[in-house]
Nanobody, 115 residues
Framework: VQLQASGGGLVQAGGSLRHSCAAS????????MGWHRQAPGKQRELVAA???????NYADSVKGRFTISRDNAKNTVTLQMNSLKPEDTAVYYC??????????WGQGTQVTVSS
């Protein structure tokens, strides 16, 4: 499975950004797709995830502000980030988990939220 991520950038607090991630390769084996982030000096953490059936899971810190969606026909997952805060600043990574519980990572994209 290969993941190609796009999006990210620099935005002022309160603004919005969108991430997209396209999967290719052994798509049939992918169940869970999601976004993780890693801020400087911190561990990588789950931001949001979505199953092939559309069930979602969000970190408490982003609930109500971020929305994850998935297009199974296009093998893409999108993270819409609204009401961004400086503490959302991090490198964001797309991830895909297969049915045999192997995780693949996309390249990281930087999100910087200025106050």
């Amino acid at each position: 499975v290969q993941l190609q991520a796009s999006g990210g950038g620099l935005v002022q607090a309160g603004g919005s950004l969108r991430h997209s991630c396209a999967a290719s390769g052994s798509i049939f084996s992918v169940n869970l797709m999601g976004w993780h982030r890693q801020a400087p000096g911190k561990q990588r953490e789950l931001v949001a995830a979505i199953t092939s059936g559309g069930s979602t899971n969000y970190a408490d810190s982003v609930k109500g502000r971020f929305t994850i969606s998935r297009d199974n026909a296009k093998n893409t997952v999108t993270l819409q980030m609204n009401s961004l805060k400086p503490e959302d600043t991090a490198v964001y990574y797309c991830a895909a988990d297969t049915i045999v519980l192997r995780r693949y990572w996309g390249q990281g994209t930087q999100v910087t939220v200025s106050s």
